[in-house]
């Protein structure tokens, strides 16, 4: 027997949504600030002399280094692709909870940072509060010409 799909609380999922934005741009600037780290780290291995390391243990620690540098390349895309899915996820339910309309004061604030959030991160809120500024001009196509089925 299939489970139905419950319905969800938009107040609850606005919450959830401003959790998981907060805590993926904590995420995003830990990695951000560990690759500056491990950069100047490696930096100052490649500037250093040998002094009392043999060569072949200099080299195996570079190379560490080497990987770890490449690593933090490698995961700030994905955590930066995450962040904005969640902000664009953030934005949905925004718009759902102004669709539905019933706020209480506590979803108030969720609300509010919500849109926090998305003006902080440069999102315009045309879908939450249209201005004529905002809008795109749409150019009208004349297909009076065309016959039934055909494609222009």
């Known amino acids: ?44 291995m490649k500037s250093a002399a040998a002094g009392a390391y043999d060569e072949e243990k200099i080299a195996v620690i570079k190379r560490f280094a080497e990987t770890v540098v490449a690593d933090a390349h490698s995961v700030l895309p994905d955590s930066t692709m995450r962040l904005n899915k969640a902000l664009t996820d953030l934005e949905a339910a925004l718009v759902r909870i102004k669709e539905g309309g019933a706020t ?38 004349d297909v009076s010409g065309l016959a039934e089925g055909e494609a222009f």
């Open 1 to 44: 027997m299939p489970l139905r799909k419950k319905e969800v609380d938009p107040h609850r999922d606005l919450m959830i949504r401003v959790k998981a934005f907060e805590r993926m741009s904590k995420e995003v600037a830990f990695y951000q600030v560990d690759l500056e780290k491990q950069e100047a780290k490696l930096a100052v």
């Open 104 to 141: 209480t004061e506590n979803n108030e604030e969720w609300k509010n940072k919500a849109e926090l959030i998305l003006k902080n991160h440069g999102r315009k809120q045309t879908l939450l509060s249209p201005s004529p500024e905002d809008a795109v001009p749409v150019s009208v196509t």
